[in-house]
Structures are given as C-alpha cells and as structure tokens.
C-alpha cells in the first residue's frame, strides 16, 4: 500500500514538471507591461518592474538589454524585436526548468523592464536580480533612479 502511494506521487510529480517544462508559451499573454509614467522600482508578488528615463536613444538602450539577454542563461526571445521597440524574453530556472518572462520596452523616455514568473507565488528574487543585472548594461543610458 505504501509503495503505491510513493509510485503515485512520484508520478505525479514527474507530470508536474514535465508540465511546467514542456507547457507551450501564449507569447501574447506575456507580451505586454504595464503602464508608467515615471522611473521606478516596483516590487509584485512574483515579479518586478523596474522603470529608468533614458538619456540615449530608445534603440541603442533595447539593443544593450538585448545584448545582456543573450549572456543570461537559459533565456531566449519569445515576442518582439530591438527595431519593434519591444521584446519579451523567456528565462528558465536551471533545475526544474520554471519560466519565468521578462518584456523590455520603451514608452515615451521610460525603459521599462517588467519581469514576472508563470507558475507558483514567489520567484524568489530571481526577477529582481536579473533586472538589475540587466540595467547595469543600460547603467550609462538612463538616468539613476
């Protein structure tokens, strides 16, 4: 009777994460931010929004998020593109695969980056310090919050 259980909860386990790994991604679901009007940082529960007034160009800032993206990890474009202004990129965690989705845009002078996972309540952080990772490449872009 026991060994049934832990077989059923393994496999159920093992469903759930093949789930959250193979799970197809509504790219229009997560193609979006919310609306900003000043710089600022803004933490959600399981996500973050950090908002910059750029200094530079709106293309050459998504281009250094763009190029930082790349370096990051388990992330890859998802929506959009550096000439449409807009692009969403999805990162996975390293073990379980969890994504989490991150839309970097430009709206009037404001950089916006909004980072927010799929599954679950809390990210744990991982939102928070990949967009500020991603704002030290824009460091001389944008103005200091």
């Not at 900003?36 to 529960?45: A, G, Q």
């Not at 839309?103 to 799929?118: F, K, M, Q």
Request: glycine share 8%; net charge neutral.
């Amino acid at each position: 009777m026991l060994s049934t259980i832990l077989i059923v909860l393994v496999v159920l386990i093992a469903a759930l994460l093949l789930y959250i790994r193979l799970a197809p991604t509504d790219a229009g679901r997560w193609h979006k931010v919310p609306q900003v009007t000043d710089p600022e940082d803004r933490l959600e529960e399981g996500g973050f929004l950090a908002a910059r007034r750029l200094t530079a160009g709106a293309d050459a800032a998504v281009s250094a998020i763009a190029e930082a993206a790349k370096a990051t990890p388990r992330t890859r474009p998802v929506a959009g593109s550096v000439d449409a202004g807009m692009i969403t990129y999805e990162t996975r965690s390293r073990l379980c695969g969890f994504p989490d989705y991150t839309t970097v845009a430009v709206s009037d002078d404001l950089l916006i980056i909004y980072g927010r996972l799929r599954f679950g309540r809390s990210d744990l952080g991982v939102n928070r310090a990949r967009i500020q990772g991603w704002l030290r490449a824009v460091a001389d872009l944008t103005e200091p919050l």
